[in-house]
């Protein structure tokens, strides 16, 4: 009863016409800022965060906007992901996996559609998740320490062999390149300096961002010159434009699967949307029957990540909102937000804020639906971009990606980075080593490290430590599985499978 | 409805073309949006603007890396004559300084211009905990270093390592290599691994833990701070209890080397106006921020004092040779 008055509170709050046209606005700057390469959530909303002072929005206003365009973002993120094989963002960098295949067999209308509505699924079913659960939830983070996360991130690591289909050696050198540019920075743990050079520049470490647009968009590009414009990514056919209802009920187990996968991964503080649709891909294609379809257009290959990512990025909002730690860099920002409009969350924010907390999750099911409806009917306009020869559409990715990136730091010294990061994507891919490794090596592997070194630190370094809960050896156990299975499943997959999925 | 699309259009703009030509003076927070010294910023510069103490609007530029030594490097590089140029600091950047963490610059190749507000220092420990005020705490670690860790929100060696090594500094222990301390992200991470159970206490600031306090998850040990602070009048100064640890993370200001005298002189008046108006009051009663107002030359020779007792701590911990 009280769950409905709370609601009824919500709602009151959310459907202003105020509050309701800063949702929809927040949604459509989101979508855009997510398919743009090098515009993630987390530098979408920071840099917006100056509209919320500019338009003097009340506490409740401005989260509505932002966590609209947080939400949009993740959105958009699929687009460029399945039209460009770009990913608009990081957590999108799963799509790219069998969205573009499928786009590139003609299917690209499909693909969007049936991406927006996994899309509409993990981000629907996750804010029920943070509207009934969030203060239950809440206490899962006392539960890890760094052993239990240490687990959790090798768990990822794990389970990374499957995910070049060719060649799994070629998977562990992308991971190990990952890593080891992971470990540029300060480290944490001594406040000394590792493979800086004495360049200031690289204290803070590498940023993904900059990482990813470089290995994707910048590779994309390079490509384009060496062939003069013959070998070009962008040819992918248009593909007549439908709703696939058949494939859409075909992946609702998948969908709703790979919500809870990415729901859990959002909770978790540190684990965030890039983890959750790695795991929420990794997890589908250990269950799929047949695996030689992923990576090649596999219907489930698109509906998994983007329904774990977006799950994700609404469980990341329950660590923000009930502890004040941000499970992801986007509610990082987000609380930093909050933290200015005077609001601290903390574990009395649902008590003692009502309205903020409810304003905020009636205004979240609402920029779901506005989001399915802006993104299915508009896949027709997304796709014109198709129709944009690569000699126009190409040198626009280039002008976006450099904006983008000088806009995170204002240095010139990202943007070298970044066109050495499409050298060694260019490299990578005459190479035949897949990218999507490195990334989720810098991006994981960061946190993989810290989090052992501080459990050797707690333990005086006992390695029995890391086994030393319930959590941590189920996921360790989860790991090994993940690690051996696929050895002993490739010699049972060469006998001739029965028909069938 | 109207008026709100329109200042929208306008905020877009502002935000998408923030073209420095509009604004006569700039305050550079060495950081993304959020956080200390974005706030720093963005509070205090908006507030010199409202209560008439400067006389244009002053630009907010966000410039992060280098834990704010891209910052640094850039205004004793570029900027070195700027008088139309403020930029955040915060006791972190005097750490970073002191520890030679800027790649060889110093911290007199700038001019500190002053704070106008702290987030005081605090011990934590979780509800639960067996120890109920600071001696308790710090006598366990002295017996027993190896089974008692402590959590903060900045890395190892940063001004919340810091606190709990002069802390116990002042009981006599000075084999400070032994002390355990873990670095995660922030002062509520800090505070979650506490309240699990994986670390015995937590170091920060009192800004992070309000929450906390209020759900009755932790229990604050002491408050390194001169007086109570305001509004959390129950929680004993570590100073009370005999240790005699100040360590606050204060919110201010540094100028360029070179810039003018007479431009010195007219951010310190600004600064001091909105120290003592009373929407920055009202400003550091919301952001837990305490009283501390050193502004001028005097504020440059406290920054001094505090790099050396850093410097020397710092050395002892083999985080700098």
Partial sequence: MELFQNLALGFGIALTLTTLSLAIIGCILGTIIGALPGLGPSNGVAILIPLAFTLELDATQALVLMTSVYYGAMYGGRISSILLNIPGDEPAMMTTLDGYPMAKKGRAGDALVLSGVSSFVGAFLATIGLMLLAPILARVAFYFGPAEYFALYLLAFCTLGGIGAENQAKSAIAVCLGLGISMIGVDNSTGMTRFTGGNLHLYDGVDFLVAIVGLFAVTEIFVFIESRGKDSAIGVKLGKISIPIKDILATKWTMLRATIVGFTAGVLPGAGASLGSFLAYMSEKSLAKEKKTFGTGDIRGVAAPEAGNNAAAGGALVPMLTLGVPGSGTTAVLLALLMTLNITPGPLLFNERPEVVWGLIATLLIANFVLLILNVPLVKVFTKI???????????????????????????????LMIGFGVLGFTLRKLKIPAVPVILGILLGGHMEVSLRRAMVLSNGDWTYLFNSYISVGLWIAAFIGFVAPIFLRSYLKKPTPTGK | MIKK?????AGLSVSFFAATSLFSAECIAPANPGGGWDFTCRTITKIMYDIGAY????????????????????????????????????????????QNAYSGMTYDQVRFLGAIGADPGV??????????NLNDLLDAVIADPANHAFAGGSAAGGFDHLKVLMALGKKGFTDIAKVKYIGVDGDADAITQTVGGFTAAMT??????????????????????????????????????????????WRGLYT???????????????????????????????????????VGPNFQDYVVGVMAEVQALSKELGVMK
């Fill in chain 1, 386 to 416: 198709l129709q944009v020869p690569a000699s126009f559409l190409l040198p626009g990715v280039a002008m976006v990606s450099f904006v983008g990136i000088y806009s995170l730091s204002g240095s010139y010294f990202d943007l070298l």
């Fill in chain 2, 5 to 9: 699309i329109k200042s929208f259009a």
């Fill in chain 2, 55 to 98: 006389d244009s609007p002053i630009q907010v530029t966000n410039m992060a890396g280098g834990g704010g030594g891209l910052a640094y490097g850039h205004v004793v590089n570029e900027r070195n004559t700027d008088d139309n140029l403020i930029v955040a600091a915060s006791s972190a950047t005097a750490t970073r300084l002191a």
């Fill in chain 2, 123 to 132: 011990i934590v420990v979780a509800a639960d905990s067996p120890y109920k």
């Fill in chain 2, 204 to 249: 920060g600031d009192i800004s992070g833990v309000v929450g906390f306090i209020k759900s009755g998850d932790v229990r604050v040990l002491a408050s390194f701070t001169d007086e109570r602070i305001p509004g959390f009048e129950d929680i004993p100064t570590a100073k009370e209890q005999g240790i005699d640890v100040v360590a606050v993370n």
């Fill in chain 2, 256 to 294: 360029p080397k070179g810039a003018s005298d007479a431009s010195y002189k007219k951010w310190t008046e600004a600064l001091r106006k909105v120290g003592d108006s009373a929407e920055w009051k009202k400003a550091m009663e919301a952001n837990g921020l305490a009283p501390f107002n050193k």
